[in-house]
């Protein structure tokens, strides 16, 4: 980027982290940068967060991030079709022949053995305000119809030009750090001049929300999602958490001469009466948009103090419901390292690992979303040259991350492990083992989230010490839990799942990933710790870090 003359001139705003976009990727950012202390601007062009629907469905590896922001109840009840299950089918139309089905209910997906946290069902439309109030209940100031017209970095910080659409004045902020959440068009990312790949368009969609009467109800109020295939069109057809309001989509082909325009109001009610067999039915048209089905990766997810997120970083297909859960663990991991970054707490070069983690989750989400659109919408997608993907358990709970931020002491090239026999070892996600305090279950799960913690077979002793010393040395949220008379491991489970010995020890990050471990206790479990701790957050590391 040149520079250019605004970008010299003294800043009429001074912020930690700046933020462009206001979607699920914004605010999660923003929302877990606020409950840290950090100081942070949202910008959002548009007038107010997404009015529609669209991204829907909160997995529990998804609802276990909500709820360390303290919102996960606030989306569980804004949630439809809970009760009932979630049905998913491809199908002819809505009562006609169905093809597959590929979930009848929840217990399809049964993640109670992965997981204490529940499933969520929200829409976008109703997520993205609850993530907008926690932000700004933290501290942070969003600011909607606000667009970027500039952006300038150097070694100390981001310059950002900001256009206020409302009263057409100009001002500058800065920034220590930018996170371009602004989209899958992203302006900051093509003024970057980051690449992308991957298969490209997979087509184009008009999407319809509609309010109507249905003769025919689907799936007695559950969360029905339908992929439908016939004659007419291949789209596809929900419900939403509003009564007798829905979401209905279906091809169109730009290269045979087709627009949207060609969709008029009789012919998209021709082909919602077609995908839901009413051939009487009288939907009301509440908004027609139309949209590209793509698959993209962006080659950077950061260019020195810029860092991209959510579809700025990927764009994925829409089957699965990935893209947007994906979103907002992006938000997660630059929420904790920021912070940690801004406070001290680590070196500069923890944000190096955001690349290399984030990114190659991307390629196996668009991976699996596009096996998906194959096997739900298109058979006659060419998958040519992409591996077989992940199934939804090794990509949610049995993904391994890799980077300086992780100490893998073992070789083994596996992207994942099997959840359900996990291994404890680095780089993976901390394993769910149901405890007691008190006589009152909870989870490890229910430990992580706040800051880093030491896990060990036994309270007390030289390791809980080191815990203590080593967090009050580094000025470092640390805190050490192990069993005995107030923490109970009732299916003795703990030491198996964690990989330890009862004498050794597991350090997990804020994240809930699993960054070092001792299966054993070595000769100064002080010093040990301390080491680790201080390479993973780049911190001056005093000494070798000893094998594990």
């Known amino acids: 980027?040149?520079?250019?003359?605004?970008?010299?001139?003294?800043?009429?705003?001074?912020?930690?982290?700046?933020?462009?976009?206001?979607?699920?990727?914004?605010?999660?950012?923003?929302?877990?940068?606020?409950?840290?202390?950090?100081?942070?601007?949202?910008?959002?062009?548009?007038?107010?967060?997404?009015?529609?629907?669209?991204?829907?469905?909160?997995p529990p590896h998804t609802m276990e991030l909500l709820r360390v922001a303290g919102i996960a109840d606030e989306v569980r009840a804004a949630s439809f079709g809970l009760d009932q299950g979630l049905v998913i089918?491809?199908?002819?139309?809505?009562?006609?022949?169905?093809?597959?089905?590929?979930?009848?209910?929840?217990?399809d997906f049964d993640t109670s053995a992965l997981s204490p946290a529940p499933w969520g069902m929200a829409t976008q439309d109703r997520v993205e305000p609850i993530m907008a109030a926690r932000a700004e209940l933290s501290g942070a100031s969003i600011r909607f119809s606000t667009e970027v017209v500039?952006?300038?970095?150097?070694?100390?910080?981001?310059?950002?030009?900001?256009?206020?659409?409302?009263?057409?004045?100009?001002?500058?902020?800065?920034a220590d750090y930018l996170v371009a959440a602004?989209?899958?068009?992203?302006?900051?990312?093509?003024?970057?001049?980051?690449?992308?790949?991957?298969?490209?368009?997979?087509?184009?969609?008009?999407?319809?929300?509609?309010?109507?009467?249905?003769?025919?109800?689907?799936?007695?109020?559950?969360?029905?999602?339908?992929y439908l295939r016939n004659k007419h069109f291949t789209g596809a057809f929900g419900r939403t958490a509003e009564e007798n309001r829905y979401i209905f989509a279906c091809d169109y082909h730009p290269e045979r001469g087709e627009s949207l325009a060609d969709f008029t109001q009789?012919?998209?009610?021709?082909?919602?009466?077609?995908?839901?067999?009413?051939?009487?039915?009288?939907?009301?048209?509440?908004?027609?948009?139309?949209?590209?089905?793509?698959?993209?990766?962006?080659e950077k997810f950061r260019v020195g103090r810029i860092f991209l997120a959510?579809?700025?970083?990927?764009?994925?297909?829409?089957?699965?419901?990935?893209?947007?859960?994906t979103a907002i663990g992006d938000g997660y991991d630059l929420g904790w390292k920021l912070a940690a970054v801004l406070h001290g707490e680590a070196g500069a070069g923890l944000l190096d690992s955001y690349q290399p983690e984030r990114r190659p989750y991307a390629e196996q989400v668009v991976?699996?979303?596009?096996?998906?659109?194959?096997?739900?919408?298109?058979?006659?997608?060419?998958?040519?040259?992409?591996?077989?993907?992940?199934?939804?358990?090794?990509?949610?709970?049995?993904?391994?991350v890799r980077s300086e931020a992780v100490l893998i002491s073992d070789n083994d090239p596996?992207?994942?492990?099997?959840?359900?026999?996990?291994?404890?070892?680095?780089?993976?996600?901390?394993?769910?083992?149901?405890?007691?305090?008190?006589?009152?279950?909870?989870?490890?799960?229910?430990?992580?989230?706040?800051?880093?913690?030491?896990?060990?077979?036994?309270?007390?002793?030289?390791?809980?010490?080191?815990?203590?010393?080593t967090a009050s040395r580094l000025g470092v949220p640390l805190v050490s839990h192990g069993l005995g008379a107030d923490l109970a491991d009732p299916d003795g489970l703990l030491t198996e799942r964690y990989g330890i010995d009862s004498s050794g020890a597991s350090l997990v990050r804020p994240d809930g990933v699993i960054a070092w471990r001792c299966e054993r206790e070595p000769a100064d479990p002080a010093g040990a710790l301390r080491t680790a701790l201080s390479q993973l957050l780049c911190r001056t590391v005093p000494a070798a870090v000893p094998a594990a």
């Open 150 to 174: 500039g952006v300038e970095q150097d070694a100390d910080g981001v310059s950002v030009r900001l256009l206020d659409r409302w009263s057409e004045r100009l001002s500058t902020v800065r």
């Open 414 to 469: 596996a992207p994942a492990e099997d959840p359900h026999r996990p291994s404890g070892r680095p780089g993976f996600r901390a394993p769910h083992v149901r405890l007691l305090r008190d006589g009152v279950e909870l989870s490890t799960i229910d430990l992580f989230g706040d800051g880093w913690v030491l896990l060990t077979a036994e309270a007390g002793g030289l390791w809980h010490e080191a815990a203590r010393h």
């Open 1 to 58: 980027m040149t520079n250019t003359w605004w970008a010299k001139l003294p800043a009429d705003e001074l912020t930690q982290v700046l933020v462009v976009g206001a979607g699920l990727a914004g605010l999660s950012t923003a929302m877990f940068l606020a409950r840290r202390g950090v100081d942070v601007v949202v910008v959002e062009r548009h007038a107010s967060t997404s009015p529609h629907p669209r991204a829907s469905g909160q």
């Open 266 to 298: 009789q012919r998209l009610t021709e082909l919602i009466r077609i995908a839901l067999d009413e051939p009487d039915l009288a939907p009301h048209l509440l908004s027609v948009q139309s949209w590209e089905m793509a698959a993209r990766v962006a």
């Open 367 to 400: 991976n699996l979303s596009l096996h998906n659109a194959k096997a739900r919408l298109n058979p006659e997608l060419d998958l040519t040259g992409l591996p077989e993907p992940l199934d939804m358990f090794e990509l949610s709970f049995g993904y391994r």
């Open 182 to 226: 602004d989209g899958h068009r992203s302006p900051i990312r093509e003024r970057l001049g980051i690449a992308r790949h991957g298969p490209g368009s997979l087509g184009s969609l008009v999407g319809v929300l509609f309010e109507a009467e249905l003769t025919r109800p689907t799936d007695e109020g559950a969360a029905a999602l339908y």
């Open 89 to 107: 089918r491809i199908a002819e139309s809505v009562h006609g022949r169905v093809f597959t089905t590929i979930m009848q209910n929840y217990a």
């Open 310 to 325: 959510g579809d700025a970083a990927k764009v994925t297909p829409p089957t699965g419901g990935l893209g947007g859960n």
